[in-house]
């Protein structure tokens, strides 16, 4: 059928795989060099909790996808592939909440609008078209992995900071005392900042970890 | 490949084939995880009951607060299934569950008028003294506002009351969720209707008034109607 010469097998773990995975952490993190599923990170950095369920099910989300979309991309017509890429996120999203409904309905409620708010993050649709289409299914999942890990760093980063400073709390656990009744740090007069709990400060949290982020990689920064 | 991938007939045959394998592994799913859903939301609703009467678990020397894990065993020990009932509007029995009954789906569906709906009476013993459950169901300011009521054994006083909602204002609407709102209506006698005011009266236990919410008017005027809407069918009832 096709004359080209088979290039040799690629190892698991190729250099270039590895590359997949590491370099969205940093060079290429999705969330402050491409500046994509912003959204949802001003949405869900409340808590660190919402932020680990939020990176688990986009894990789950992202590397199916990512995983399905690579297995038929010669399949595709290329004139619905946005549609049918939509179709293939639409459908694990509404697995995720099915599945949260039924095995951990606390943490549904907490997310409910949110899950579903999967669909619109960029960060999938992006890998999708970006990567999935154009690449294999082996590499597209190390693909996920490593983007998906690139967001939930953020994520986690933001929510540690506005958990702690805007509600007092650590997973849950207060730190100062108690607020209403006054305890601890509280009677001598700190206050939470109710700011930090709101979704603007989300954006100036994102915002310094990109300035850290490129004055300490300065290759990073772009030129005008 | 012989297929022409850009042709329509293509297309249409990838389309279609997409779909009907996407819907049948979604239905699929969906109604193999249909039994634990449903558990769920009874448990959700078993632990809605329970709030209104401020129900604890009680091991050796902790009080635990009300869980998904506890709330089947509490329900059991704390509510008298056998004398729940379902009242109607006129004030007379029906012949139905009370924990089947239910009252949002009623609420909506429009062509039900408000006299024609179920009102479910939840009964419940603690400490010895019976307390009735109220189940209410309202309109917030934007989206669906529900609690309970449990009243004393006297029918009269309210023993405690436990609101929530679907889609208030955070940090206006939304409180009625909040120990400090609903606590209000303790002590309140429900013959009498209860009032939302403004003035700061509402802190007097037993004038027939609480205090709205700042910001939250639309809400805590819906709170108002939800409940003395609902009540006056149940004092109808414990009248006889």
Known sequence: MSEKVKAPKEPLFSKKNKRLVVEPLDDNNPVTIQVLGICSALAITVSIEQALVMTGSVLFVLGAGNMIISMLRNLIPSRIRIIVQLVVVASLVIIVNEVLKAFMPDVAEKLSVFVGLIITNCIIMGRFEAFAMANKPWPSLLDAIGNTVGYGVILVLVSVFREIFGSGKFFGMTLFGDRIEGTGAYSVGYMDNNFIILAPFALFAVGIIIWIQRARNTKLIEEH | ?240
């Open chain 2, 1 to 240: 490949m012989a297929i022409n991938k850009d042709s329509n007939g293509y297309t249409f045959i990838f389309a279609i084939a997409l779909v009907v394998v996407v819907g049948a592994g979604l239905a699929a799913i969906s109604i193999g995880l249909k039994p634990f859903q449903d558990k769920n939301v009874e448990i959700k609703k078993k632990m809605d009951i329970l709030a209104a009467i401020n129900a604890k678990e009680i091991n050796g020397s902790d009080t635990l607060d009300i869980s998904r894990k506890n709330a089947e065993k509490l329900y059991e020990k704390h509510i008298l299934v056998d004398e729940c009932v379902v009242i109607g509007s006129d004030g007379k029995e029906r012949d139905l569950e009370a924990f089947d009954v239910d009252i949002k789906k009623q609420y909506r569906d429009k062509n039900l008028s408000w006299c024609d709906r179920d009102y479910p009476l939840y009964v419940a013993e603690v400490d010895g003294a019976k307390k009735y459950i109220i189940p209410v169901v309202g309109s917030g300011l934007w989206g669906p506002i529900w609690g309970y009521i449990a009243v004393d054994d006297d029918k009269e006083t309210i023993y405690g009351a436990t609101f929530d909602h679907k889609t208030e204002t955070p940090g206006l609407g939304a409180e009625i969720k909040q120990e400090f709102y609903y606590t209000q209506y303790v002590g309140e006698k429900i013959s009498g209707g209860i009032k939302s005011v403004k003035d700061g009266t509402g802190k007097e236990v037993g004038n027939g008034k609480v205090d709205g919410i700042t910001g939250g008017t639309i809400t805590s005027k819906g709170v108002e109607e939800m409940v003395n809407r609902t009540l006056e069918v149940y004092v109808k009832y414990f009248k006889g």
